[in-house]
């Protein structure tokens, strides 16, 4: 297995426009989580799923964030509008039964 | 709600000194993981605790999980540059799936 694949690795865009990260978590995985990493807040759990349900999603900061699982080997994780203060690197993780967590190699978004 | 807590936040250590890192939790944990970032890298697993006491080695790290499972250690014996990067405990209790804020150690040649 290649491991969790994050794309993309990086991402430049201006503030206001749309951002998609997207994450194909490890086959038979059944959890995803997505965090934020920041030199302030560390690693931040924004959101998990448990067989592409949405369990919890309280560290979302607010609307302009959204995630979706539409199937067991995709998910994704949308800014809209982005702000500067969104850089951030973000990781994927997957794991089975919440158990040991697997993260992939993480996008690194800057909003400018 | 379940706040975990690492101490110490930063550490730097000259090659060959040991180095340890504590991570607390506010609530019973059923198991503690370690993780280990490397710069510009991403979070990967090195070990899980799950008894109360219990003591597992890897080589030069030795990690420890309390008696009343409320905190855990990680110690590493005899520094090296490889060592460098940031630790990190997770706790999965009741599905909280929180990471500390982690221990980042720098070790000088």
């Known amino acids: 297995d290649a491991g969790v694949i994050q794309s993309p690795r990086h991402e430049v865009t201006e503030m206001g426009q749309e951002v998609t990260l997207r994450c194909k978590p490890i086959?038979?995985?059944?959890?995803l989580f997505w965090y934020r990493q920041t030199m302030m807040r560390g690693l931040e759990l924004l959101i998990y799923?448990?067989?592409?349900?949405?369990?919890?999603d309280s560290g979302m900061p607010e609307d302009r964030f959204s995630a979706k699982m539409p199937n067991a080997s995709f998910s994704t994780l949308k800014i809209q509008p982005s702000e500067p203060r969104d850089s951030a690197v973000y990781f994927c993780?997957?794991?089975?039964?919440?158990?040991?967590?697997?993260f992939g190699q993480g996008t690194r978004l800057t909003v400018v | 709600g379940q706040q975990v807590m690492q101490i110490p936040q930063y550490q730097h250590v000259q090659e060959g000194e040991d180095f340890t890192t504590y991570c607390n939790s506010s609530?019973?944990?059923?198991?503690i993981q370690w993780y280990k970032q490397r710069p510009g890298g991403h979070p990967v697993f090195l070990i899980q605790?799950?008894?109360?006491?219990e003591v597992k080695k890897q080589k030069r790290l030795t990690f420890q999980f309390g008696e009343a499972k409320k905190n855990s250690s990680l110690h590493i014996t005899a520094t090296q540059t490889t060592d460098v990067g940031t630790y990190f405990c997770?706790?999965?209790?009741?599905?909280?799936?929180?990471f500390g804020p982690g221990t980042r150690l720098s070790v000088l040649p």
């Open positions: 993780a997957s794991s089975l039964a919440g158990m040991t967590a697997f």
């Open positions: 086959s038979g995985h059944d959890y």
């Open positions: 799923f448990n067989n592409n349900v949405p369990i919890d």
């Open positions: 609530t019973t944990l059923s198991n």
């Open positions: 605790l799950v008894k109360s006491g």
């Open positions: 997770w706790d999965n209790y009741g599905q909280n799936f929180v």
